[in-house]
């Protein structure tokens, strides 16, 4: 494991124990998220705003390259939406989604992030299940797990 994927799995460990204030230690005090400037505070707000929509949210990186100061990684999402999340309302049923994102780090802080989110499958599970089937049928059964 390279140093700066070190640093990036304790990244999403602070994420997944809930431990925003500890962004400091990951993220720049201003970052450009998908081309946006933003700050650290408006950044650690939007991840807190998917946790408050998804509490059992937790970030499980499947695949992570590093080159030079970006690390790009795969990341899968198993978890049930309590409220609203990619325009649906939540079903009582998990859904199963990934997320491809690059980051670029300076001084070992996350300074630039380019995310994408496969929001078509949380929305096809939750029709899914409405229509009476499963997120299984959905294609939301998550693969195996390498963390």
Known sequence: MTGL??????????????RFEDLARFVHDELTYNERPMTRA?????????????????????????????????????????????????T???????????YRFRERRI??????????APRAQAAAFRDGGSARAAGGVPPHSSR
């Open 92 to 102: 009582g049923a998990p859904v199963a989604f990934a997320e491809h994102v690059f």
């Open 5 to 18: 994927e070190e640093v990036y799995r304790d990244y999403l460990t602070a994420l997944d124990e809930r």
């Open 111 to 120: 300074e630039q992030v380019w995310s994408l989110v496969d929001l078509d």
């Open 42 to 90: 408006e950044y650690a707000a939007m991840i807190a705003d998917d946790v408050r929509r998804i509490p059992d949210l937790r970030f499980d990186p499947r695949l992570v390259v590093v080159s030079g100061d970006v690390l790009a990684c795969r990341l899968w999402f198993a978890c049930t939406p309590e409220l609203e999340f990619a325009g649906v309302a939540p």
